[in-house]
Structures are given as structure tokens and as C-alpha cells.
């Protein structure tokens, strides 16, 4: 299975700051239609997870701009511009190119 | 609106069954695959079998294989996930959610406990 490891594990921020959450593949992400299928995810507790973004860059409806998406091949990142409270939780990477999809382990941000 | 909703978990002892069903609505069934994932107490989420839209197409994580049957009723808009043969291990949440490549749409999930 294709190994996502994303980091860091824990994320400790300020109100108002930025954010940034690394995920790596073991494996280019590039599927043979040319997408990438790199997938951000955000789950609050008690809740199920919630599609940010999709195919590394795009926004899902209602997701705020503050939330963007970039990379390629093994690497990608996600990026919060300002982070408000709403956004605790844990944020998972996910790669829908090789079967089985497969998460990170999942990055928990708090607020300090 | 588009919405799946998960039922059928519950407690079972090691070496038992369940099925699980996922009812969806606002949106043409046939046309979507449909995935479970679980996830297992305080940990992370984990995929375990993919449909494609027709039926005709299935796919299982080695975790479940031989043991999860997954199947759809496009008929009746809703998903199942057989499953035999229960582990400890298979104790978590499943999801059921809406595609295979990239999920959209997530249910609220139901809890599956093996135990003794």
C-alpha cells in the first residue's frame, strides 16, 4: 500500500496565525489520466471527516479561502492563513491514486 | 441535498456477523461508487471496501478480505457491508461515503464492537 505520512503530528497555533500541514507519498500520486488524487480532509471530534479539498488544489463548496492546497507528485501541503477556533480538530491527507486509498496519520491542531 | 446515512452497527462477539447498510438520497446512486472506511477508537481512518457503480466491481483491504462482502441495491439507493467472521480488530466506526478516488459525501457512521 502506498504510504502517506504526514507531519506535523501535533499543531499548537495561535489564533489568527498561520498554519501548514506537510503530507509526502511513498509513491507519485500522478494517476494515469493525469489527475492527482490528494485529498485534505478535516474532522472535528465526535464528527466524520469533511472534504476540504480535493485533487490537491480545489476547494470544496463552503470551504473557506483561508484553506488552500498545493503540491505535486509525492509532496503536498496544506495551508490555513489564519487560523480561527472552528478549525480544531485533526486535518488527514488522503491518496485516492492507489488502491487501497489510504490517510496519513492524521495532524491534530489546537489552539494555544 | 446529498446524503448517506449509515445503520446496523452494534456489539457482537468475536467470530460473528453484522451487516451494515448505507441509505443515500440526492443523487443518482448508479451513477457514484461507494466506499466504507473505519475507524477504530482514538486512531485513524482506514479504508476497507470500494463498489463501483454498477455493482459489478469490488474491492477489499487485506485487513477484510475473505471475510467483508460488499454489495448495492441501486433500487433502493443503499450499500452494505457484509461482515463475518469478526476480529477485536474490526472494532471502529464505519463510513460509508459517497466515491472512490476522491470521497466527497460522509455519513455520520455506526459503531461496531467485538467483543466478548
Known sequence: DVVVTQSPLSLPVTLGQPASISCRSSQSLVYGDGNTYLNWFHQRPGQSPRRLIYKVSNRDSGVPDRFSGSGSGTDFTLKISRVEAEDVGVFYCMQGTHWPGTFGQGTKLEIK | ?116
Open chain 2, 1 to 116: 441535498e446529498v446524503q448517506v446515512a449509515e445503520s446496523g452497527g452494534g456489539l457482537v462477539q468475536p467470530g460473528g456477523s453484522l451487516r451494515l447498510s448505507c441509505a443515500a438520497s440526492g443523487f443518482t446512486f448508479s451513477s457514484f461508487a461507494m466506499s466504507w472506511v473505519r475507524q477504530a477508537p482514538g486512531k485513524g481512518l482506514e479504508w476497507v471496501s470500494t463498489i463501483s457503480g454498477s455493482g459489478g466491481n469490488t474491492y477489499f483491504a487485506d485487513s477484510v478480505k475473505g471475510r467483508f462482502t460488499i454489495s448495492r441495491d441501486n433500487s433502493k439507493n443503499t450499500l452494505y457491508l457484509q461482515m463475518n467472521s469478526l476480529r477485536a480488530e474490526d472494532t471502529a466506526v464505519y463510513f460509508c461515503a459517497r466515491g472512490i478516488t476522491t470521497p466527497d459525501y460522509w455519513g455520520q457512521g455506526t459503531l461496531v464492537t467485538v467483543s466478548s
